[in-house]
């Protein structure tokens, strides 16, 4: 093929136009890049099972469940459930009331609705609550209408006697959730809190406080950090070993926070 000088000029036009193209393309691109990350640290996406990074929530998509808290802030966030038989916990706020420390309480909806000045002491005492649905079912054995009526009743009765709303905060029942599970309660306004460590004090055989303590404080400050911990009312080996592991963990200057404050 014969190469005249029009067209070589037409190539050479043609060529700064497609590096004009592509380079808008590039750039576009760039941008794009730079403000989804500039939203990914406004709306957390999922980081799995990598390693933290700092300031992000750790969340798995695409529900946004929250596993732990941004790193950095030195902040821990020990919370507790409550199921539907579980008992009053004076002891629990007493030792948190002690140390200057707040928390976030999941409890059902039966709990508050049988021990209501103890689900009111609570918000009394500068806690937060959460929802663990009515009855403490596992959510994933129930029809999608068992599961919205379990979240939406407890969520009636913890605000009745709380003066709280719990949502957007809920933590599915033995931690049982699926996809189908996580999407109704995202269609009814709540993320939820699953855990980074778990005290593992809910889990038979039955756990001695010291098995706690260590269970927790053997735990390195970089674990730690931005840690979800999970521990349940009603166990007496919790409110004996809670002291303790307060103690350990505010001298490691960690703060003691709600999850609301944690995820701040
Ligand atoms: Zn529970």
């Not at 957390?44 to 990074?53: A, H, L, M």
């Not at 802030?73 to 030792?95: M, Q, S």
């Not at 029942?173 to 593992?200: C, E, F, M, Q």
């Not at 735990?219 to 103690?247: C, N, Q, Y």
Request: proline letters at 4%; glycine letters at 6%; hydrophobic letters at 40%.
């Amino acid at each position: 093929m014969k190469f005249t000088k029009v067209g070589g000029i037409k190539r050479a036009a043609a060529l700064a136009r497609a590096t004009c193209i592509f380079a808008t393309i590039f750039l576009a691109g760039l941008l794009l890049s730079i403000g989804c990350s500039l939203l990914q640290a406004s709306h957390p996406k999922s980081e799995g099972k990598s390693q933290p990074s700092a300031s992000h929530i750790q969340t798995r998509d695409p529900f946004g469940e929250v596993e732990r808290g941004p790193l950095g802030k030195h902040e821990i966030a020990i919370t507790f459930d409550a199921g539907a038989e579980a008992e009053c916990f004076e002891d629990l706020l007493t030792a948190l009331a002690n140390a200057h420390a707040s928390s976030t309480f999941f409890i059902t909806g039966r709990f508050a609705h049988d021990h209501a000045d103890c689900a009111a002491e609570i918000t009394k005492h500068g806690h937060e609550v959460g929802n663990h649905t009515w009855s403490h079912l596992n959510l994933t054995q129930q029809s999608d209408d068992v599961v919205r009526d379990e979240i939406t009743r407890a969520e009636r009765a913890i605000l009745q006697v709380s003066g709280q709303d719990p949502k957007p905060r809920w933590r599915a029942p033995y931690g049982a959730r699926d996809s189908r599970v996580l999407k109704i309660a995202t269609n009814l306004g709540y993320r939820s809190i699953y855990w980074t460590l778990d005290s593992l004090d809910g889990v038979e055989p039955a756990k001695t406080p010291q098995f706690l303590i260590d269970r927790i404080t053997s735990k390195s400050d970089t674990e730690l950090d931005g840690a979800i911990i999970l521990m349940h009312v009603g166990e007496r080996s919790t409110a004996s070993a809670l002291p303790a592991i307060i103690s350990d963990l505010q001298a490691r200057d960690f703060h003691l926070v709600t999850i609301s404050t944690l995820l701040r």
